[in-house]
């Protein structure tokens, strides 16, 4: 184990790889959707293994573009194949296991103009009894100039990594403020309720629990990653993310470190805890919401399910 703060490690790993995709946006280009995808996921995924096996030595790491399945993928001028993740037998008995994303959101990052792209890092840590637990997250928003970040109290912090962001509760400009600040997930008004959902996929199961939630006048908000889709929970865009398509752990393992820190409930979709570095990383459903609407969402969501895909 390290001497390292890993709060301030996952945000300063997660800002830097941001900012390395923004420099590929503006080196690549938009003409190539696929090569613009590539070159970023790769690229990101590259820096963050080659930063964490110099800053945590001994440590696990299982990222999104370093499974066998993409080992064909190849990022703008540099044909080397990306970077292994440990080995499952090793990451499954590790004390530490760093869960990453290096670029949530590709569909969005290759669109010129969208700000709904992340980066996750997320720190799964084994207890003295055997136990794990998430102990440390950030999602970085690099086109919106934020870093959402957990911190060594068992809190949440936000930090303004371009003074020249807008606010997120105001949109206007970022003036006279300070660069972090706490994050505390906002209650939403009474009798509304905005669900951030998917972009690209019909929000079929999000439509049938809108029916079962009564009187709720219930808003559909469509945002583009699920790391952006939490955040806007947590800065108070959207009061909720409902999300039942089939996720992977790196999907959700930052946003979720992030989200609890922050106050809000976060579950699978039947009110278990999420698990993380499992044998399986499948992990494919996720609430997110204020602690206030998790009852009468899960209730609702259990109806839905219920109820089939009719």
């Not at 703008?76 to 296991?97: F, Q, S």
């Not at 699920?226 to 929970?233: N, R, T």
């Amino acid at each position: 184990m390290t001497d390292v703060d890993d709060h301030a490690l996952a945000a300063e790993l997660a800002g830097a790889a941001g900012r390395l995709l923004l420099g590929v946006r503006d080196e690549v280009g938009f003409a190539d959707a696929g090569v613009l995808k590539d070159t970023g996921d790769l690229r990101a995924h590259e820096y963050l293994m080659a930063a964490l096996a110099e800053r945590c030595p001994g440590d696990a790491v299982l990222s999104e573009e370093g499974r066998s399945s993409v080992a064909g993928k190849r990022s703008k001028g540099d044909d080397r194949a990306p970077t292994r993740n440990t080995a499952a037998a090793e990451r499954r008995t590790a004390a530490r296991v760093w869960i990453v994303d290096p670029l949530d959101g590709t569909r969005e990052f290759a669109e010129e103009g969208r700000r709904d792209w992340a980066v996750h890092v997320a720190l799964w840590e084994r207890d003295a009894s055997g136990r794990g637990r998430l102990a440390a997250g950030a999602v970085a928003l690099p086109a919106q100039g934020l870093t959402l970040r957990t911190d060594a109290t068992g809190g949440a912090a936000l930090v303004r990594t371009d003074a020249g962001a807008p606010d997120p509760v105001t949109a206007g400009p970022v003036r006279a403020q300070p660069r972090e600040v706490p994050l505390h997930v906002p209650a939403p008004d009474a009798g509304k309720l905005r669900v951030a959902v998917s972009r690209t996929r019909p929000p079929e199961f999000v439509r049938r629990l809108a029916e079962r939630l009564g009187d709720v006048d219930v808003e559909l908000v469509p945002i583009g990653s699920a790391g952006a889709k939490i955040s806007a929970v947590l800065l108070g865009e959207v009061d909720a993310y409902v999300h039942a398509g089939g996720q992977y752990e790196w999907d959700s393992a930052a946003p979720a470190a992030v989200a609890l820190g922050a106050g809000a409930h976060a579950s699978r979709l039947d009110g278990s805890p999420l698990e993380y570095n499992r044998e399986d990383p499948r992990l494919p459903d996720i609430l997110v919401c204020h602690p206030a609407s998790a009852s009468m969402l899960l209730t609702g969501i259990a109806g839905a399910a219920g109820a089939g895909p009719g």
